[in-house]
């Protein structure tokens, strides 16, 4: 863990009751600056906030932002619960594959995309729905995915 690193997590530390308690900010700090969390990683903040390695990989496990694999540049994380199911996913990820030409868990050879799946994003009315590096598109199509890709340099 860098210095920098170190002293943002620090800094979180003063607006929780526990260290525990900044486990998730500790790993979104360390992945901003990385791309993603890597088990070095999960060492390191574990050991600063004075928990088991393993507790700390359940979080990351459970909350599905944290990537404990290395990603492309832009992550897609398309929504595969059931109003975007309902309303035309099953096209968005045939549009989606076919542009990028990898499938759900791949990244392109390029690293330009990673592609995940996500449940529901809260956005069911605008379904179909989809997060592009953490930023929420409702009311997707073909026309509107090759828009969003072709602003991800
Ligand atoms: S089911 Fe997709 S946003 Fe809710």
Redesign the pocket.
């Given at each position: 863990m860098t210095m920098e690193e170190r002293q943002e997590i620090e800094a979180e530390l003063a607006h929780y009751p526990t260290k525990q308690a900044v486990c998730i900010d500790a790993m979104k700090i360390v992945q901003r600056h990385r791309g993603w969390v890597s088990d070095e990683s999960i060492l390191a903040i574990a050991e600063l906030l004075e928990m088991s390695p393993s507790d700390l990989d359940g979080v990351a496990t459970f909350y599905n932002l944290i990537f404990r694999r290395p990603v492309g540049r832009h992550v897609i994380m398309l929504?595969d619960?059931?109003?975007?199911w309902i309303m035309g996913y099953e096209r968005i990820r045939a549009h989606l594959t076919e542009q990028l030409g990898i499938e759900f868990g791949e990244t392109t050879p390029d690293n330009r995309f990673t592609l995940l799946p996500i449940v529901?994003?809260?956005?069911?009315q605008h379904?179909?729905?989809l997060l592009v590096d953490n930023e929420l598109h409702g009311d997707v199509d073909a026309a509107k995915i090759d828009i969003l890709l072709e602003g991800c340099k």
């Open positions: 929504c619960s059931v109003s975007c529901c994003l809260g956005a069911c379904a179909p729905a």
